[in-house]
T-cell receptor, first 112, second 113 residues
Framework: DVKVTQSSRYLVKRTGEKVFLECVQD?????MFWYRQDPGLGLRLIYF???????EKGDIPEGYSVSREKKERFSLILESASTNQTSMYLC???????????FGPGTRLLVL | AQKVTQAQTEISVVEKEDVTLDCVYE???????LFWYKQPPSGELVFLIR????DEQNEISGRYSWNFQKSTSSFNFTITASQVVDSAVYFC??????????WGAGTKLIIKP
């Protein structure tokens, strides 16, 4: 079974803090994704990566950056957290472009 | 424009009733994929089905069935004899030509005992 893990289930941070969300997958998947999920908006793609050190902007990249130094790990960085970044963050991976996404359990981030 | 619409925000039924979740999509692509995912209260999204645009055959998996109709751009999901464990948020998604997924807003399904 594919396993996608995220470093935290819940996080509380203060405005202006730098926040790191870590995601690790154990199935050698090429593609990894970061989404945020907000009520009534579904999932929105922040960034994705199709290879180590490669990244592509999704629909809402502003205020975020990512890092993929190793194939299995994809990090989402909030350089200076703001209250409008309070959300559920979901990481996903897929074997190849177009294949089904396998999701982690999510990180619920609260920015005060 | 590419878009996925799940018009039903929330559906509530009594256990053992059948329920259909609607999904309507827009795309100009001739080749595309559609997906359904389930998100139980625990939060983790679970993949249910992937269907490509060339295969309009309906699919059945136990109590779950999917009706894909290109003529109406719909990919509806039916749960037969619903159970409390089916309570979840269900998402429909469309794969873009650049392989990214476009997601519907989700339908919250509540199954009452």
């Amino acid at each position: 079974d594919v396993k996608v893990t995220q470093s935290s289930r819940y996080l509380v941070k203060r405005t202006g803090e730098k926040v790191f969300l870590e995601c690790v997958q154990d199935m050698d998947h090429e593609n990894m994704f970061w989404y945020r999920q907000d009520p009534g908006l579904g999932l929105r793609l922040i960034y994705f990566s199709y290879d180590v050190k490669m990244k592509e902007k999704g629909d809402i990249p502003e205020g975020y950056s990512v890092s993929r130094e190793k194939k299995e790990r994809f990090s989402l960085i909030l350089e200076s957290a703001s209250t409008n970044q309070t959300s559920m963050y979901l990481c996903a991976s897929s074997l190849s472009a177009g294949e089904s996404n396998y999701f982690g359990p999510g990180t619920r981030l609260l920015v005060l | 424009a590419q878009k996925v619409t799940q018009a039903q925000t929330e559906i509530s039924v009594v256990e053992k009733e059948d329920v259909t979740l609607d999904c309507v999509y827009e795309t100009r692509d001739t080749t595309y994929y559609l997906f359904w995912y389930k998100q139980p209260p625990s939060g983790e999204l679970v993949f249910l089905i992937r269907r490509n645009s060339f295969d309009e055959q309906n699919e059945i998996s136990g109590r779950y069935s999917w009706n894909f109709q290109k003529s109406t751009s719909s990919f509806n999901f039916t749960i037969t004899a619903s159970q409390v464990v089916d309570s979840a948020v269900y998402f429909c998604a469309l794969r873009r030509s650049n392989y990214q997924l476009i997601w519907g807003a989700g339908t919250k399904l509540i199954i009452k005992p």
